[in-house]
């Protein structure tokens, strides 16, 4: 029984958190990825792209609040995502034209592109907290629970609960959803060959006849989405404040870098592996050790490697392990 109580605490306080996590930093993780596959170049704005789209769905959100429209238990969010995607690709495409498709036609090198991303991540910043402000946002006004600790307890008989709240449960299935819908995109479609073909070889793409500004454009649109999909299942599930998606930078990278950059498949892991790295290092040890050991072995203190403040380190930790030992990421990408 032991056992079985420390597992449904391991759950609830690591699986299930790292899980939701994990699929947020993997989603902002295959925008950062698609963009450096397509266009080469890391671009440091997609944190600020992430919080631009998710402050046109609270914008509309408020908005359809006070119409009084309602999804009952899910969030109203969900009605705005797709007109805040159509907005961030505008807003993403009107930024590649006006700023990135310049220093594209001069051939510059790509860390030119990366400090014109720097750039463009200040400028985002800058708008999304003129418009919504720079403090918490919080827009979920669905049911709070799937099912709650309370619940659990009262089905399993455990002392220990699980519970499941809806942002977590939408997270897992949406992220699921725009996971396979993706690859779908990439593997099958017309567009997708012609995006992965110009990812592998630009010059021979362009002999092959695939045109070069449909495969810029599809890309941002893509990315746009990725980001604002990502961005609202974090804001859903922690609340919404601009600086945060500026810090989300830091294990968004690293997921795509331990993947290895330009691997979607890689991005994907990489968000799991920092997710599921962030939560149990920075989690106090001493219940679940308390739960399975008998009492002359139980630990005084709370076993917790590094307090919450300092989750972002273990993401630059592993960063730097993998840069040093495999700079290609574990799924080969394009580092190199």
């Excluded at 079985?4 to 958190?17: G, S």
Aim: contains cysteine; glycine residues 10%; positive net charge.
């Amino acid at each position: 029984m032991e056992i079985i109580e420390a597992f449904v605490l391991l759950t609830n306080f690591i699986v299930v958190p790292a899980v939701a996590y994990g699929s947020q930093i993997a989603l902002g993780a295959l925008g950062v990825t698609l963009v450096y596959g397509i266009l080469r170049f890391a671009n440091i704005a997609h944190g600020d792209f992430m919080a631009f789209g998710t402050m046109w769905v609270i914008l509309l959100t408020w908005l359809m609040q006070g119409w009084g429209w309602s999804l009952g238990v899910w969030p109203t969010a969900l009605i705005a995502v797709p007109v805040a995607i159509v907005l961030t690709a505008l807003y993403m495409l009107a930024v590649d034209r006006l700023v990135f498709s310049f220093y594209r036609k001069q051939r510059v090198k790509p860390v030119v592109l990366v400090m014109v991303s720097v750039g463009v991540m200040f400028v985002t910043n800058g708008i999304v907290r003129l418009i919504i402000g720079p403090g918490a946002r919080y827009f979920d006004d669905g049911e709070r629970f799937i099912f709650s600790v309370r619940d659990f307890m009262s089905w399993s008989g455990l002392d220990e609960g699980l519970a499941l709240r809806s942002t977590q449960g939408l997270t897992l299935v949406v992220a699921l959803a725009v996971m396979i819908a993706l690859f779908w995109f990439l593997n099958r479609t017309r567009t997708g060959k012609s995006m992965r073909a110009y990812s592998d070889n630009e010059d021979l793409a362009l002999l092959s006849g695939i045109n070069p500004d449909r495969v810029v454009a599809v890309t941002w649109i893509i990315a746009a989405g990725l980001a604002c999909i990502a961005g609202v299942l974090y804001g859903l599930d922690k609340g919404f404040r601009p600086f945060t998606y500026f810090q989300l930078l830091l294990p968004i990278f690293a997921a795509a870098i331990i993947g290895g950059l330009g691997n979607p498949l890689g991005a994907i892991a990489g968000g799991y592996i920092i997710a599921f790295a962030e939560m149990g290092i920075t989690y106090a040890w001493k219940r679940f050790l308390v739960t399975l050991l008998p009492e002359p072995w139980e630990p005084e203190g709370l076993v917790q490697l590094l307090s919450v403040e300092y989750k972002f380190a273990v993401s630059f930790a592993l960063l730097v392990l993998v840069l040093i030992f495999r700079p290609t990421g574990l799924f080969r990408g394009k580092a190199a």
